[in-house]
């Protein structure tokens, strides 16, 4: 049957204009501050919505709503029955996060609507708006019996407006203007209006619906229109993902407020999570015992929390026949011999744990057996590689998949094409994934760059950090780059030897990323040892996308702070006024300087620093710097 126009129908008005309205065909929901208005009126029945932030409209005249494919359910002219306003202010403190306590702070309107076509299905729009941004979600309270084919939810920006977009998870970001966009294109998405206002549009609480992208409307040439991955069903009642919209002066301010995804889903469904534990990682890439005894010990050294092994540990991942309940060495990856029991109990009694990848071919027939296998051979967390995404039926699979591993106590990080929208607050076992342009892709600092102010937005990033890899020279900027990088991309695991192997491992054992390079005890590693991977409070200093950026991050009293630079040579003057007046801290600095002997060409020197000094450095092409602040006194 051919797709109805939709349960809100398409509504042509000039952007903009905003008509007199009686009370109940009119809300208005602003946010505690008054920086946000979100407007919901009815135009002779039709209902659309606009957006100001600080005043200034940044989405225009946007029509909302579904289509279906059963025509009984088209919706003519709809009238609010009733407007039910709400506000919370309350906190709540994560088991791990960028700050150690989120404030959740809105004002919320529910719009319920009634139809002249007694046959519709009863819904509500359930409005909230924040200080950090504003979103809304569509809610049936009873089952619609029928297919959404479609949803029709615009976002109308101005014409001008430009887009830094991917068309995949893991895709290169480009900026490009909005008329001229022609794909669909990922979540979040930031746009800048003008010289001093950018927003940003996706999507929070995606549990069992299908994706959202974006695409520019065929008829619209400023319009964009969700794009869904798939049909969706249920046979009872429902909510919709919400419909995110973030603005500010600038792009880290909207990276400073990300944790608006978090406060939109809900709250912590893991009772005791002692075992859920952030920490650092070093991938194990010779399959071997060898190989993982080594790790274990270099992850002591290292001040290091686990070990993990990748793809390979129990044969070829991409044959449907891999069995992941065996420890059966894929021969193209590894001659072994591997005693993966052996590494798992000697890493236990050193204070290490072990991590796991699993592909989701193994997954989706195994995931039953093989979690509480795994729990029961002591491993800590799974890795799902190459996991299904998008539709509904893989959305759901996927979450369900996280909760079931916390069941069996496991911590998760999801590779490949797989974005967060918030889910970790809710079962805080998600540490993190990956959905990124990672050091797999070898990008160079302005692509970084571009994936701090978009991606980063979503949430943690599983950026696969390597550090000794030829790579890094090659072809992505600098060492000191990539220490900066594990501070400015957040992720409660951090892998930070990706592809590197310690001293005492095999050698001429292939490698993962074609590297068989042994990692040399260079003085800044150092940096690596004493970094966390969660903090107390995260500073977006300054930055622009693809261009550079500096944040600062707090854990306890000490703050780490990262600068990166992309493609042109830039004066960076790092004001550390963040830090608390009247207490003197000693910087450990580490940044890029050809003159030193080491392979890795890492400077350090330390200083002594208060809160009214300025770190001024000149930063090459694709360089960085990093710095440890510690407080020795008041």
Request: charged share 20%; aromatic share 10%.
């Amino acid at each position: 049957m051919k797709p109805t126009i939709g349960l809100f129908a398409t509504i042509l008005l000039t952007m903009g204009m905003m008509p007199s309205c009686s009370p109940l065909e009119q809300a208005t929901v602003s946010s505690p501050d008054g920086r946000y208005e979100f407007i919901f009126h009815l135009e002779e029945g039709r209902p659309f919505y606009h957006v100001y932030f600080k005043g200034q409209e940044i989405i225009g005249a946007s029509t909302l709503g579904f289509s279906m494919a059963d025509a009984m359910h088209i919706l003519g002219e709809v009238a609010i029955e009733k407007i039910t306003d709400h506000t919370v202010d309350t906190a709540w403190d994560p088991v791990y996060g960028e700050k150690s306590q989120y404030r959740d702070h809105y004002h919320q309107t529910l719009i319920s609507f009634n139809s002249k076509n007694n046959k519709a299905p009863v819904f509500k729009l359930e409005i909230r708006a924040y200080n950090e941004g504003v979103a809304f979600r569509y809610v049936f309270e009873d089952p619609i019996n029928d297919i959404i084919t479609a949803e029709l939810t615009e976002f109308t920006l101005p014409p001008a407006t430009e887009l830094w977009a991917s068309t995949r998870a893991q895709s290169s970001i480009e900026k490009v203007t909005l008329t001229a966009l022609k794909d669909t294109v990922e979540r979040p998405l930031l746009a800048q209006l003008s010289d001093s206002l950018f927003v940003a549009l996706g999507e929070a609480g995606s549990v069992d619906f299908a994706r959202m992208k974006l695409a520019l409307h065929p008829e619209k040439p400023a319009t964009l229109v969700a794009n869904l991955s798939s049909e969706v069903t249920y046979e009872g009642p429902f909510k919709s993902p919400w419909r995110t919209i973030m603005a500010g002066q600038t792009a880290g301010e909207i990276l400073e407020n990300n944790y608006l995804l978090l406060n939109l889903n809900e709250p912590n469904r893991i009772a005791n999570t002692d075992w859920i534990k952030p920490g650092k990682v070093i991938r194990e890439v010779t399959l071997t015992t060898t190989g993982g005894m080594a790790c274990v010990d270099f992850a002591v050294k290292h001040q290091l929390q686990y070990i993990e092994f990748d793809a390979g540990w129990y044969g070829n991942e991409y044959d449907e026949a891999s069995d992941a309940t065996t420890v059966t060495v894929d021969p193209k990856r590894s001659k072994g011999p591997l005693d993966l029991p052996k590494v798992i109990a000697y890493a236990q009694s050193q204070g290490i744990g072990v991590l796991l990848y699993v592909n989701r071919r193994a997954l989706e027939k195994q995931l039953d057996e093989v979690l509480p296998l795994l729990s029961s051979w002591g491993v800590k967390g799974v890795k799902y590689g190459f996991v299904n995404v998008g539709s509904q039926q893989w959305t759901d699979w996927l979450h369900e998949a996280v909760r079931k591993a916390a069941a069996h106590e496991l911590m998760v990080d999801i590779h490949d094409e797989y974005r967060p929208t918030g889910y970790s607050r809710t079962y805080p076992n998600l540490m993190t994934q990956e959905g990124i342009r990672g050091d797999e892709e070898s990008p160079d600092n302005s692509m970084v760059l571009k994936t701090m102010f978009t991606r980063m937005l979503a949430g943690a990033g599983d950026h696969t950090n390597c550090y000794f890899a030829s790579r890094v020279d090659e072809k992505m900027g600098s060492h000191a780059s990539q220490l900066a990088k594990a501070v400015c991309i957040y992720s409660p695991w951090q892998f930070l030897y990706w592809y590197d192997r310690p001293a005492d491992a095999p050698s001429k054992m292939g490698g993962a990323g074609n590297n068989d390079k042994h990692i040399i005890e260079v003085p800044e590693l150092n940096f690596y040892d004493q970094l966390p991977t969660v903090w107390d409070d995260t500073r977006v200093l300054e930055g622009y996308p693809g261009a550079y950026a500096v944040i600062a991050r707090r854990s306890g009293t000490t703050w780490f702070v990262g600068a990166l630079n992309g493609s042109e040579e830039r004066d960076f003057n790092i004001n550390l006024d963040f830090l608390p007046p009247n207490s003197q801290y000693e910087a450990s600095i580490y940044s890029d300087d050809q003159t030193v002997s080491t392979p890795t060409k890492v400077a350090m020197k330390t200083t002594p620093v208060s809160s009214v000094e300025v770190i001024s450095q000149r930063l090459g092409k694709y360089q960085g710097m990093a710095m440890i602040l510690k407080e020795v006194g008041r």
